[in-house]
């Protein structure tokens, strides 16, 4: 398997405009997480998906971030409208489950800039 | 709420050992992992202890004790590649991981 895979690796977009970062997990890991990441605020965990379902949203930080996940093979972080202070590292993590297996498996993140 | 308490910054020389600590204050606990993420990339898994003792991985170990609520990292043998920051990280929900804020860790010649 090629690992998680994040698309974009960068973005750079002007305050107001939408965003929309994607995530292929792992085939076979049942959950997802969305994480972001800033030197002021270090990794924080902003939702995560068990079997496509959202299961805690609470570390989403505004009604702007909305996340989805369609099927097992796709996730999507969207951020309408961006703002400079969203800019981040955003990493999406898929995990096999419970105890040993809830080693996270990271992709390579997402790099935003909102100026 | 949940807080993880990991020092910020350690320095030590190629051969030495290091030790990282971990404080945690949870609302559940299934087991601590611990990530390393070097700069510009992506955090990846080091070691998981759900039991309390010692697990050795290699140069790396990891320590739980759950009654103290307290966990660390141990680097053995330190290399110039271990620079790098180690994060601690909680399974506090079945499985939702919640991070410390990192040790970022400079290895000197």
């Known amino acids: 398997d090629a690992g998680v895979i994040q698309s974009p690796r960068h973005e750079v977009t002007e305050m107001g405009q939408e965003v929309t970062l994607r995530c292929k997990p792992i085939?076979?890991?049942?959950?997802l997480f969305w994480y972001r990441q800033t030197m002021m605020r270090g990794l924080e965990l902003l939702i995560y998906?068990?079997?496509?379902?959202?299961?805690?949203d609470s570390g989403m930080p505004e009604d702007r971030f909305s996340a989805k996940m369609p099927n097992a093979s796709f996730s999507t972080l969207k951020i309408q409208p961006s703002e400079p202070r969203d800019s981040a590292v955003y990493f999406c993590a898929s995990s096999l489950g419970l105890g040993k297996n809830t080693e996270a498996f990271f992709g390579q993140g997402t790099r935003l800039t909102v100026v | 709420g949940q807080s993880l308490e990991q020092p910020s910054e350690v320095t030590a020389v190629e051969g030495a050992i290091v030790q990282i600590n971990c404080t945690y204050q949870t609302s559940g606990f299934y087991g601590l992992s611990w990530y390393q993420q070097h700069d510009g990339g992506a955090p990846t898994f080091l070691s998981y202890?759900?039991?309390?003792g010692l697990e050795e991985t290699g140069r790396f170990s990891s320590f739980l004790s759950r009654s103290d609520s307290y966990g660390y990292l141990l680097l053995q043998e330190l290399q110039m590649k271990d620079s790098a920051s180690y994060f601690c990280a909680v399974d506090n929900a079945g499985n939702m991981l919640t991070f410390g804020g990192g040790t970022r860790l400079m290895v000197k010649p």
């Open positions: 085939s076979g890991h049942d959950y």
């Open positions: 998906f068990n079997n496509n379902v959202p299961i805690d």
């Open positions: 202890n759900g039991l309390d």
